[in-house]
């Protein structure tokens, strides 16, 4: 498949196995039968929280396809890298981590847009509140906690770096290390670390505590946009069509009933789906949710959101300068997510709006 779907020919495949699906789907000859297409999606869920995928099938918007939780990860990249070589059928990163796998020749094409940064989701850099940190330059030599390595906050404490002047040499003194999200808090209250990485519900539940402030945001640096993509295996694409439109467009059509429906409305059902799974976690910090910050309608993908990370990887070294290209790195031929879509028979009866 790598040798198949080149970054030169990926987006004319694309749309040529859309175009066979469509033909399947209205009884045409040709592509994958639908019989022979899997219907369950392997995947990896996060610790506390409940993603997309997951209020999509809540919602009955995934209609016949299931999806199967085969753990949890804390790591985009790594999400994205099991889905690149099989153990998962989907996963989900920041989309500068998408740019890297794919420089590597990783059979993955990006599909929708699954969060992204608003004044409401956002993820902040704090620092005690009698902390010595006031500027960029007082991070040299401190310890910055954050969920992985290479990914969205690396990113933005990078670029945080370099536009408040630190030269490249001082950049590589500031000690990002991971901490895994749900300790983040205690670690940085405990002076295990001097700057803490919250986002959502949990910097939300830390401020009401109080004794922090931030530092800077990523909504300070970018404004409002999107930063992560699921990703699907070229191979997974080519051999089911039709399970990948129909869990690309599920996915979308929670993004719209989510930003269409109250927010304690979308928080009630969070805690439901949480309790119902069993998997012994705590519900409180979902009643800070605000926003998955999804800037797209229907989390469709624009070249956009890749450039500027191309650039930026470029810049600091990490990929060749032209050896991505935006367009090459993404599809949206699978999400057929329409303006006053039928609401499924699903346990839901908010109305919909996309485009």
């Known amino acids: 498949m790598s040798r198949l779907i080149t970054p030169s ?12 699906a469509v033909a399947v789907s209205c009884g045409g000859g040709g592509g994958v039968a639908a019989k022979d297409q899997t219907r369950t999606l392997r995947y990896q869920g996060w610790a506390g929280a409940v993603i997309l995928p997951e209020l999509a099938a809540d919602l009955g918007f995934l209609e016949d396809v299931k999806l199967k939780w085969v753990g949890n990860t804390i790591s985009g990249p790594q999400d994205i890298q099991s889905a690149a070589t099989g153990q998962v059928d989907f996963g989900g990163a920041f989309n500068g981590a998408v740019v890297k796998l794919a420089a590597r020749k990783a059979p993955i094409t990006a599909v929708i847009s699954y969060y992204g ?8 850099f704090y620092v005690l509140e009698d902390s010595p940190i006031h500027s960029a330059r007082d991070l040299i030599g401190k310890k910055v906690g954050m969920n992985t390595l290479g990914a969205h906050s690396e990113a933005m404490l990078d670029i ?3 536009r408040h002047g630190l ?3 001082e950049i590589k003194k500031v000690e990002p290390l991971v901490v895994p999200p749900v300790n983040t808090e205690q670690s940085l209250r405990q ?3 001097q700057v803490g990485v919250l986002g959502d519900i949990l910097r939300d539940k830390a401020l009401q505590t109080g004794g922090i402030r931030p530092l800077f945001t990523d909504h300070q640096l970018l404004g409002d946009f999107s930063a992560g993509t699921y990703v699907l295996n070229d191979r997974f694409l ?3 069509p039709d399970t990948a439109r129909t869990f690309v467009t599920g996915v979308a059509r929670a993004i719209e ?4 429906t109250p927010r304690q409305e979308v928080i009630d059902r969070q805690i439901d789906i949480v309790r119902k799974r069993g998997r012994n976690e705590g519900t409180a910090p979902l009643k800070y949710w605000k926003s998955f910050g999804v800037a797209e309608r229907a989390g469709r993908i624009t070249d956009k959101e890749f450039q500027l990370w191309i650039d930026w990887l470029a810049e600091r070294g990490d990929i060749g300068k032209g050896q991505v290209k935006a367009s090459d790195l993404y599809s949206n031929e699978f999400n057929a997510y329409r303006r006053k879509a039928k609401p499924s028979a699903a346990r839901t009866t908010s109305t919909e709006s996309g485009s």
């Open 167 to 169: 030269s490249q040499a």
């Open 191 to 193: 002076k295990q670390i």
């Open 257 to 260: 009933w989510a930003r269409a």
């Open 9 to 20: 020919n990926r987006r004319q495949f694309l749309t040529l196995l859309g175009l066979s």
């Open 160 to 162: 945080y770096l370099q």
């Open 117 to 124: 940064v608003d004044k409401a989701a956002y993820n902040g």
């Open 238 to 240: 080519k051999e089911n």
